[in-house]
């Protein structure tokens, strides 16, 4: 087959799909078997389903979806019934429940970590598969379950180094809202307006009071001019509902007195428990924070929802890496019967995408020995595995190009150093060794002035005896920590 030929397949990935390699891959595997392990200690057992679901079985479950099986990648299968690839761990833990109910320990307690797809328009940090690490407890209707999945989504992010300060779950309840929509009015019955109310409340981190009062009131008009139609509150009632939506600053305690206020005692009955629990479990505010702008999606979540957040400069541009909440509604679908259940989800690839970005200046490939000579290629091969030896990441270079190629391969791998015998090193018994991450700095910092650079070489190379190699590497090692 020529190069021209019109019949070649041209190599493309598919749109919203990614491929996963080196770093990234191991740090998402390693996410993965560090969270399962803290929901392994914790007592949940893990379960693994199949990609695919009957098509009704997943329902219309996406979070704010208005049509049935929306969102979903769907087939026929060979009987003409429609599958589906999973979008979620959830629903699929609906029907394994509901098929195996009465063989199952109550409440059931499991976790499971897979793939998951989702037929949306893809953007950044949105892509149509993606990984996530979920726990659930179904069967438990009382608060300390939730409670519970916090501590417990707490302990996973400290298990993978997100401790106090760098990651935050806020949570709160459908049912301190449903309180106050009931207080001003609105009636369950009235889903359309409720819907338009939580989407404004959805938006406050983005528009602030004055964009949702607008969404609460007539609607709101957008920098393009595209206008929004709001949910046709009146001024009265929509400063009921701000007010609920501003109570979130400050300790938990504090919280719930706000809340208590806007929504009454009995509504705010279910925080109040699992704030208890939660302190309990040795989890203060700083880890957990009530937020009644913490919705989540109305057709799912029937009670207490949970959203995990980066914390400061680590968390910009990545929004949400975990949440969950109460969704009593799903397993009844199957059953006709309501079956109590909460869930903590942690968004595997999401979380592995933030890390990369963050650790991406730190995180360095291994040290590269070049091949100057081919035929001299088992010394290269040598120095590499008394490197390995004593405990550093290294490797020849075993392809075919020059000293220019193998640097420009260095730089690709990310290599701290670079370890040169050409000729005369040789003659010499010596190695010269390149820090590769001090040369970049010193490049970026001095731009085109080459004659500033010429003479920061010293610093940026030095000659080592070769039985001196380990040493050496280890020291510019060392100095660039």
Excluded at 383 to 412: I, P, S
Aim: overall charge negative; some cysteine.
């Amino acid at each position: 087959m020529s190069a021209a030929d019109p019949n070649r397949p041209k190599a493309r990935r598919a749109r919203g799909l990614m491929d996963r390699r080196g770093f990234g891959l191991g740090l998402e595997r390693g996410l993965i078997q560090r969270i399962s392990k803290v929901y392994d200690d914790w007592g949940f057992e893990p379960l693994e389903t199949p990609a695919f679901e009957y098509a009704d079985a997943l329902g219309k479950f996406l979070p704010d979806q208005d049509r049935p099986n929306e969102g979903v990648f769907a087939l026929q299968d060979d009987d003409e019934q429609w599958l589906a690839l999973r979008y979620d761990l959830t629903a699929p833990l609906a029907r394994f429940v509901a098929e195996n109910y009465d063989a199952l320990p109550k409440p059931y307690r499991r976790w499971a970590a897979g793939p998951v797809w989702r037929n949306e328009k893809p953007g950044p940090g949105r892509f149509r598969e993606f990984w996530q690490c979920d726990a659930d407890t179904v069967g438990s209707a009382s608060p300390a379950a939730d409670a519970e999945m916090i501590a417990m989504a707490c302990a996973a992010y400290d298990a993978v180094g997100l401790s106090a300060g760098k990651v935050q779950v806020k949570f709160s309840t459908r049912r301190v809202l449903d309180a106050v929509l009931e207080r001003i009015g609105v009636p369950a019955g009235a889903f359309s307006t409720r819907l338009i109310v939580l989407r404004a409340i959805d938006k406050y981190d983005r528009l602030g009071r004055e964009g949702v009062a607008a969404l609460l009131g007539a609607g709101r008009k957008d920098e393009s001019g595209d206008f929004t139609k709001g949910a046709g509150l009146d001024a009265t009632q929509a400063a009921a509902v701000l007010d609920f939506v501003t109570a979130g600053a400050g300790a938990r305690a504090e919280v719930l007195d706000r809340l208590e206020a806007v929504a009454g005692p009995a509504a705010v009955t279910e925080l109040r428990e699992m704030d208890a629990a939660l302190t309990a479990l040795h989890i203060g505010d700083s880890r957990a924070a009530i937020d009644p702008t913490i919705v989540r999606g109305l057709e799912y979540y029937t009670g207490a929802v949970f959203e995990a957040q980066l914390v400061g400069a680590d968390g910009a541009g990545f929004g949400s890496v975990g949440g969950g909440g109460r969704y009593d509604d799903l397993v009844a679908r199957f059953r006709g019967e309501r079956i109590p259940a909460t869930g903590f989800s942690i968004g595997v690839s999401r979380l592995a995408a933030a890390l990369q970005a963050q650790a991406a200046s730190e995180t360095a490939g291994p040290v590269v020995v070049l091949v100057m000579d081919q035929a001299r290629i088992a010394d290269a091969l040598a120095m590499a595995g008394e490197l390995r030896a004593a405990g550093v990441r290294a490797e020849a270079y075993l392809g075919g190009g020059g000293m220019k190629a193998q640097l420009k391969y260095a730089d690709k791998r990310a290599a701290p150093v670079a370890v040169i015998q050409g000729g005369d090193e040789l003659a010499k018994g010596v190695v010269t060794l390149k820090d590769l991450k001090l040369g970049a700095k010193i490049a970026a910092s001095l731009g085109e002035d080459r004659e500033a650079y010429a003479k920061a070489r010293e610093q940026v190379q030095m000659e080592a005896p070769r039985a001196q190699l380990v040493a050496g590497v280890q020291h510019l090692l060392a100095r660039g920590e």
